[in-house]
């Protein structure tokens, strides 16, 4: 199981990221994923999750801002980011979920990828 994030950047606040996550070594279609960050100093942060059918759920510091999707064609998952702050500067994780669901817990995830940096500038 392999999980591959990229995207990330420096970008001045107000503007906008696109992260992909590709991964391999399972059927993707069946699983949920979910994105994660962390910022120095700080604990692992829930950004959003998508179930296998597609469905969404979102932390409450980025509802609104950011949108998560999945591509099964393509074995991918990607979190859009607009509006972007200071305060979202992170390195930011992809996660596949133990099954099809998803959930806000870190524990609930089994595979991580090695993350991807995201740095606002006010």
């Known amino acids: 199981v392999q999980l591959q994030a990229s995207g990330g950047g420096l970008v001045q606040a107000g503007g906008s990221l696109r992260l992909s996550c590709v991964v391999s070594?399972?059927?993707?279609?069946?699983?949920?994923m979910g994105w994660f960050r962390q910022a120095p100093g700080k604990e692992r942060e829930f950004v959003a999750s998508?179930?296998?059918?597609?469905?969404?759920y979102y932390g409450d510091s980025v509802k609104g801002r950011f949108t998560i999707s999945r591509d099964n064609a393509w074995n991918t998952v990607y979190l859009q980011m607009n509006t972007l702050k200071p305060e979202d500067t992170a390195l930011y994780y992809c996660a596949r979920h133990s099954n099809g669901g998803t959930s806000d817990r870190d524990i609930s995830y089994g595979y991580w990828g090695r993350g991807t940096l995201v740095t606002v500038s006010s």
């Open positions: 070594g399972f059927t993707f279609s069946i699983y949920g």
């Open positions: 998508i179930n296998w059918s597609g469905d969404t």
